[in-house]
């Protein structure tokens, strides 16, 4: 088997004594599109932090084309691009200002093709705090990719947003994976089994398990056969 690019190994987390998560290891060897499902509470965006070094793990590692992301952090965050949950906007900046600043902080050069790729070209001047939900996602997925990342990660990024721009970011899912690692989390069971090469289950911060997409798999009967959801009151 190829030498792993991406290597998480026995991470844990805890937090006020709480176990967000609970010796997650697995492996990437190549680029591909890799889904984290769960409950809520399950720890998905707990590990996509980590993965994206902007949390450390209380135990275990993570390295990633052979940086850690805790001793090579500097090293490792030039590979990495991530998108968070919640948009980053900066209210009295227009896109292209947001993003020609994002660049500056990277340290990298701002592409304007990455306007046409994320199709920000409708609002490449107005203000973010004007824009829809779905441009700020666009945005924000312009931001984690401004550095053209080997490893892009993204925490629910089709929350929120309408049928048309589910599709959209579908497509550009597919196409990031051709030559990188993509690892996103979401709810939507049918957009992780059509764009997914891997699904990882997770549920209380443990792997539960680790699935390779084949044509037949039933990803809906695998999830409800792992997963539970405890009722509150």
């Given at each position: 088997m190829d030498k792993s690019l991406l290597t998480v190994q026995n991470v844990s987390f805890s937090l006020s004594h709480q176990v967000l998560l609970d010796a997650i290891s697995f492996a990437v060897?190549?680029?591909q599109a890799i889904t984290l499902l769960g409950p809520n509470g399950a720890g998905?965006?707990?590990l996509l932090k980590t993965i994206a070094a902007t949390l450390?793990?209380?135990q275990g590692c993570i390295e990633f084309m052979?940086?850690?992301s805790q001793s090579q952090r500097q090293s490792y965050l030039k590979l990495v691009g991530y998108m968070p949950e919640t948009p980053l906007v900066m209210p009295e900046l227009t896109v292209k200002e947001q993003l020609q600043l994002v660049a500056r902080l990277k340290n990298c050069v701002?592409?304007?093709e990455l306007i046409e790729q994320c199709q920000l070209g409708r609002v490449v001047n107005k203000r973010c705090n004007q824009l829809?939900?779905?441009y700020k996602q666009r945005l924000n997925l312009a931001g984690a990719l401004i550095n053209k990342p080997k490893l892009l990660i993204m925490d629910e990024p089709l929350n929120g947003l309408d049928p048309h721009l589910i599709i959209d970011f579908r497509r550009m899912i597919k196409e990031l994976k051709k030559d990188t690692i993509v690892i996103l989390s979401t709810h939507y069971l049918a957009e992780a089994q059509m764009v997914s090469d891997r699904v990882l289950i997770m549920q209380q911060g443990k792997l539960l398990d680790d699935v390779i997409m084949q044509?037949?798999?039933n990803l809906e009967e695998l999830y409800m056969r792992h997963t539970h959801v405890?009722?509150?009151v």
């Open positions: 060897h190549k680029a998905k965006s707990t450390f793990p209380t052979g940086k850690d701002f592409q304007e829809s939900l779905g044509v037949d798999t405890q009722e509150t």
